[in-house]
T-cell receptor
Framework: DTAVSQTPKYLVTQMGNDKSIKCEQN?????MYWYKQDSKKFLKIMFS???????INETVPNRFSPKSPDKAHLNLHINSLELGDSAVYFC?????????????FGDGTRLSIL | GQNIDQPTEMTATEGAIVQINCTYQ??????LFWYQQHAGEAPTFLSY??LDGLEEKGRFSSFLSRSKGYSYLLLKELQMKDSASYLC??????????WGAGTKLIIKP
């Protein structure tokens, strides 16, 4: 009965590779997010989708491309991985983007670039 | 610019009370959230305040002063399991969450 699930939990890969992280929520929420949390523990919003439509696209390299096949899924594809991409990536969802609804987070994907 | 300030780290004793402060500067304001994040885990929702005053939820309470751009999270009867980071996040006029860096709370026996 996991609410927000993301896979894989750990990802170790070489610089220059392309990788994807998947996220699914079964809460019936309309909005999904991708965050990056670096070693200093700042949660930085990367993208937000509402009903499959992109609504937030912060300044991230265009090597990062989100894809939302339906409102329950938001995947993150990363091309040409760099050392600075090492971080924990969290997927989250909320009922609606325009209201004060709390966000529910997945367990995170720990990405390590060698 | 938009900014959230909270202490980096705090230490408290089991059974005691601790107050974690947060000040915010945002373009518009639609409320403030507190989240708890245990090491290696996901943030989990604790509280939401949009009106001035204190909201109590068991051992945890959250306070907001909109005029001062200030909030605090109050934890009573501290338990070892309360050792975690506490993240303050303000909702701006576009309903975008602006996150603080979190306060790492260390509980000692």
């Amino acid at each position: 009965d996991t609410a927000v699930s993301q896979t894989p939990k750990y990802l170790v890969t070489q610089m220059g590779n392309d990788k994807s992280i998947k996220c699914e929520q079964n809460l019936g929420h309309d909005t999904m997010y991708w965050y990056k949390q670096d070693s200093k523990k700042f949660l930085k919003i990367m993208f937000s989708y509402n009903n499959k439509e992109l609504i937030i696209n912060e300044t991230v390299p265009n090597r990062f491309s989100p894809k939302s096949p339906d409102k329950a899924h938001l995947n993150l594809h990363i091309n040409s991985l760099e050392l600075g991409d090492s971080a924990v990536y969290f997927c989250a969802s909320s009922q609606d983007s325009g209201e004060n609804q709390p966000q529910h987070f997945g367990d995170g994907t720990r990405l390590s670039i060698l | 610019g938009q900014n959230i300030d909270q202490p980096t780290e705090m230490t408290a004793t089991e059974g005691a009370i601790v107050q974690i402060n947060c000040t915010y500067q945002t373009s518009g304001f639609n409320g403030l959230f507190w989240y708890q994040q245990h090491a290696g885990e996901a943030p989990t929702f604790l509280s939401y305040n949009v009106l001035d005053g204190l909201e109590e939820k068991g051992r945890f309470s959250s306070f907001l002063s909109r005029s001062k751009g200030y909030s605090y999270l109050l934890l009573k009867e501290l338990q070892m399991k309360d050792s975690a980071s506490y993240l303050c996040a303000a909702l701006d006029s576009n309903y975008q969450l602006i996150w603080g860096a979190g306060t790492k709370l260390i509980i000692k026996p």
